[in-house]
């Protein structure tokens, strides 16, 4: 398991912490060292469909 980090860019932001799979945290991050994705750029590049049933099980993983 992995944590991450999401950054709601909203007036009020929020900081929340999230646990992903091995599986997830490098689907989410597939680059050589890369720890940052924004939403959008992860929807273009997985498809609605698969961020969907990547992200379902980690929104139910607060840390």
């Known amino acids: 398991m992995k944590n991450i980090q999401i950054i ?7 900081f929340s912490l999230f646990q992903a799979t091995d599986d997830e945290f490098a689907a989410i ?7 940052m994705e924004l939403i959008e750029d992860f929807t273009e590049r997985a498809g609605e469909e698969q961020t969907l049933r990547i992200l379902s099980p980690v929104w139910g993983a607060p840390f």
């Not at 709601?8 to 929020?14: E, I, K, L, Y």
């Not at 991050?29 to 720890?35: A, I, K, L, S, V």
């Open 8 to 14: 709601d860019r909203a007036v009020n932001a929020t």
């Open 29 to 35: 991050f597939p680059g050589p060292g890369q720890d």
